[in-house]
C-alpha cells in the first residue's frame, strides 16, 4: 500500500503522503473507545473486585473512584507504558517506506484486543487487556515480515513481567497478610486493634502515596539524576502529611462510620 502520490491538499495528520489514509485515525479513536469499555469492564474489575467483595466499596463507589484514578493514572503515569507499546514490540524500521501499514496494524491490534476482552468479559473471564494488545501487535507484524517484524529483545521483557509480576505480587501480599494477621487480627482487647489499626492504615496510604510521588517525579525528570534526591524527599514529605492527617482525622472518620466510636468495643451477636 506504497502511496505513489501525494495529495496536494493540507493533510489532517501531519504528512500529506498519509492523507489517503487519514480514516485509520477516525476509525482508530472509535476503536480506542470501544477497547477502553472493554478494559473497563475487566481489568477494572479485576483490580477493584477485591474490595467490592471485601464490603470496603459499594459497585457504585468503586465505579466512580475508578472512572478518576484510571483516567489520573494513565495521564500522569502511563508514558512509560506507551512508549513500550508503542515502539517497543514491533520493529518499526522495517515500516519506513509504509508507514500506513504501521497504522493500519495497530487499528486491527486494538480492534482484535478489544474484541477478545469484550468477549472474555461476557463469559465472565478476568483477563489482560495488556496481554490481548501485545498479541494483536505481534500479530500484524508477523504477518507483515514474520519474526524478522518483531523486537525480540523488547518481546521478551515484557513477557518476562508476566511471569514477575505475580510472584512479586503472592509475596508482597503474603507479607502484607502476615503483618495485618499478627499485628492487628491477634490484638486484644478490641479496642488495642483500633489503636493498631489507626496507625497501620495510615501508614499503608502513606506508603502508597510515597511511591506515586516518587514514580510521577522519576517519569518527569528521567536522567536526571538530581531530581531523584529531589523527588524522594518530596515523596517522603508528601507522605508523612498523609500519614498526619489520616491518623489525626479521617482514619477516625472511617472507622467511626464503619464501626462505632473509636475505642468501643465490637459487638458480637
Known amino acids: 500500500m506504497v502511496l505513489e502520490e501525494c495529495l496536494p491538499t493540507e493533510p489532517i495528520i501531519g504528512d500529506p503522503c498519509l492523507q489517503p489514509v487519514s480514516w485509520i ?3 482508530g479513536i472509535i476503536g ?16 477493584f473486585g477485591t474490595s467490592v467483595g471485601a464490603g470496603v466499596l459499594t459497585l457504585r463507589n468503586a465505579c ?23 515502539k517497543g514490540i514491533v520493529d518499526i524500521d522495517t515500516f519506513t517506506d509504509d508507514p500506513a501499514l504501521l497504522m493500519l496494524g495497530n487499528w486491527c491490534a486494538v480492534v482484535g484486543a478489544g474484541s477478545w476482552v469484550m468477549v472474555a468479559t461476557l463469559f465472565a473471564l478476568p483477563v489482560s487487556t495488556t496481554q490481548a494488545v501485545v498479541g494483536g501487535i505481534i500479530g500484524f507484524a508477523l504477518i507483515h515480515d514474520g519474526w524478522n517484524g518483531v523486537d525480540h ?10 511471569i514477575v509480576s505475580p510472584l512479586s505480587s503472592a509475596v508482597v501480599t ?3 497478610y502476615f503483618c495485618v494477621e499478627k499485628y492487628l487480627l491477634e490484638a486484644t482487647p478490641a479496642h488495642e486493634q483500633f489503636r493498631r489499626s489507626r496507625h497501620f492504615l495510615s501508614a499503608a496510604i502513606g506508603a502508597v502515596i510515597f511511591l506515586v510521588v516518587m514514580f510521577f517525579i522519576y ?6 539524576t538530581m531530581w531523584y534526591l529531589y523527588g524522594f524527599l518530596i515523596a517522603i514529605a508528601s507522605a508523612a502529611v498523609v500519614y498526619a492527617a489520616f491518623i489525626l ?16 468495643p465490637i459487638k458480637r451477636e
Open 64 to 86: 466512580y473512584l475508578a472512572s478518576v484514578f484510571e483516567f489520573l493514572g494513565a495521564v500522569t503515569l502511563g508514558s512509560g507504558v506507551t512508549k513500550t507499546i508503542r
Open 25 to 27: 485515525v477516525a476509525v
Open 153 to 162: 529483545m523488547g518481546l521478551l521483557f515484557i513477557m518476562s513481567s508476566w
Open 32 to 47: 480506542c473507545f470501544l477497547l477502553a469499555i472493554a478494559m473497563g469492564a475487566n481489568d477494572v474489575a479485576n483490580s
Open 219 to 224: 517519569q518527569q525528570k528521567k536522567g536526571q
Open 249 to 264: 482525622y479521617f482514619v477516625d472518620l472511617l472507622i467511626s462510620r464503619s464501626v462505632g466510636n473509636l475505642g468501643e
Open 174 to 176: 503474603a507479607i502484607i
